[in-house]
């Protein structure tokens, strides 16, 4: 099953326009125009427009009234900032998860883990992406700490098309799977302090790694 042929159109489109703003097609300051929008991906108005609020939700577009959707500039240190802040939330999703995932929250869990492996397998970044995203926010639902969900999963949206892009930069999805597997392993084991600091390591971007990915989104702005 292709997971990505199977979303809701306007969720495709969000996804081609995402690879088209992070890849430099549409550059900081672009205005976004839904006529040339149809045109480019084949879609009417409706897909484009809630692909274009999907996007204004994780930051990624900016609607202004009169203006319309415009491409804000990406602040790298406001990034890295970002990066920071979802590594100390999924730090605490993982700690208390270890305490409290329950039986069929384990058993999903694996599940989603072994669909990783599927995509990983077969060289599938794009899937294998939506299955990751599955991943974490499996881990957020099993912290039963609703306040702690509500956050983890917004700033992960405002990041996910970041965290897309890591896939794409030296080997990082084999890197990611390998973090994933001991992650899974903390969490069953109701190892708290393990399964917080691997968590922690696997999300934050310091160094570099985050040199890595400004450098992957420079490259393709250039292009």
Do not use: W
């Not at 409706?46 to 692909?51: G, H, L, M, V, Y």
């Not at 990751?132 to 957020?140: L, S, T």
């Not at 965290?163 to 080997?171: A, D």
């Not at 310091?206 to 393709?220: A, E, P, R």
């Amino acid at each position: 099953m292709n997971l990505i042929k199977d979303l809701p159109l306007s969720i495709q489109v969000s996804k081609k326009i995402e690879d088209d703003i992070i890849f430099g097609h549409f550059l900081p300051g672009t205005k976004l125009d839904e006529a040339e929008l149809c045109e480019r991906y084949g879609a009417s108005r409706t897909p484009i427009r809630e692909a274009l609020k999907l996007l204004a939700a994780e930051g990624l577009v900016e609607i202004r009234p009169r203006r319309g959707a415009i491409v804000p500039e990406v602040n790298p240190m406001t990034l890295c900032e970002m990066f920071e802040v979802m590594a100390e939330l999924e730090a605490m999703c993982g700690r208390l998860a270890a305490r409290r995932i329950q039986e069929d929250e384990k058993v999903q869990l694996l599940h989603l883990h072994k669909r990783c492996e599927e995509y990983l397998e077969s060289n599938d970044s794009e899937n294998y992406y939506e299955m990751n995203r599955q991943f974490h926010f499996q881990i957020y639902a099993a912290s039963h700490n609703t306040f702690l969900i509500e956050q983890a999963s917004s700033l992960h949206k405002r990041l996910h098309p970041y965290r897309r892009l890591q896939l794409r930069v030296n080997n990082r999805m084999n890197n990611s799977f390998a973090e994933h597997n001991e992650i899974v392993q903390a969490i069953i084991g109701g190892d708290e302090t393990k399964a917080a600091t691997l968590l922690r390591e696997h999300v934050v971007i310091q160094g570099q790694k985050f040199t890595d990915l400004i450098s992957t989104i420079n490259t393709y702005t250039k292009q």
